[in-house]
């Protein structure tokens, strides 16, 4: 019954290391969203997109970039990690409006030290 | 620019007592959304609310939605200690714009035995 997965659910990197957070859906969704969540700041729009290799900044894109190659598939990559990327980390995938609700991932719990 | 409050932020409550959950958002959106998030968890949906007075029941939770008042609200009704959670709601998309949900801050939500 899993609908979004994403690969680790908890990573620790080093300050300056590439890191690639991935997210797999399997319910042929258009729309796929990174978000990150610190405490008492919710949830904040990181990266989405609406279709294979499109792709629009949400609200804190800075420090990150996304790949989306395939449909099922929404990658994402902080290109030098630093500690305030530390960070839960979830990915959303949704068909849109009409009728269904968001599904979510599990979460990756990323630390940076 | 579609904004999303919620209130409040964080709720601290007896069991068997009830109490709302609101939300409120800035500009036109059709759709409401309630989720549950657990301590270190990802989010789980409660309810999709697609119209205006749109009503949706589970258990001891209640949600309803009031587009011509931009509210929605969650009720919950003789709260137990399984209830204790982080509820947010999100609404969306804005007219106009591309397929993403704006988020509330969540209420973070305590029911003591």
């Known amino acids: 019954d899993v609908k979004v997965t994403q690969s680790s659910r908890y990573l620790v990197k080093r300050t300056g290391e590439k890191v690639f957070l991935e997210c797999v859906q399997d319910m042929d969704h258009e729309n796929m969203f990174w978000y990150r969540q610190d405490p008492g700041l919710g949830l904040r729009l990181i990266y989405f997109s609406y279709d294979v290799k499109m792709k629009e900044k949400g609200d804190i894109p800075e420090g990150y970039s996304v790949s989306r190659e395939k449909k099922e598939r929404f990658s994402l990559i902080l290109e030098s990690a630093s500690t305030n990327q530390t960070s839960m980390y979830l990915c959303?995938?949704?068909?849109?409006?009409?009728?269904?609700?968001?599904?979510f991932g599990q979460g990756t719990r990323l630390t940076v030290v | 620019e579609l904004k999303v409050e919620q209130n409040p932020l964080f709720l601290s409550m007896q069991e068997g007592k009830n109490y709302t959950i609101y939300c409120n958002y800035s500009t036109t959106s059709d759709r409401l959304y309630w989720y549950r998030q657990d301590p270190g968890k990802s989010l789980e949906s409660l309810f999709v609310?697609?119209?205006n007075g749109a009503v949706k029941q589970e258990g001891r939770l209640m949600a309803s939605l009031d587009t011509k008042a931009r509210l929605s609200t969650l009720h919950i009704t003789a709260a137990v200690h399984d209830l204790s959670a982080t509820y947010f709601c999100?609404?969306?998309?804005?007219?106009?714009?591309?397929?993403?949900?704006?988020w509330g801050a969540g209420t973070k939500l305590i029911i003591k035995p």
């Open positions: 999100a609404a969306g998309p804005p007219k106009g714009g591309n397929y993403q949900l704006i």
């Open positions: 959303a995938s949704w068909v849109g409006p009409f009728s269904t609700e968001a599904f």
């Open positions: 609310l697609l119209s």
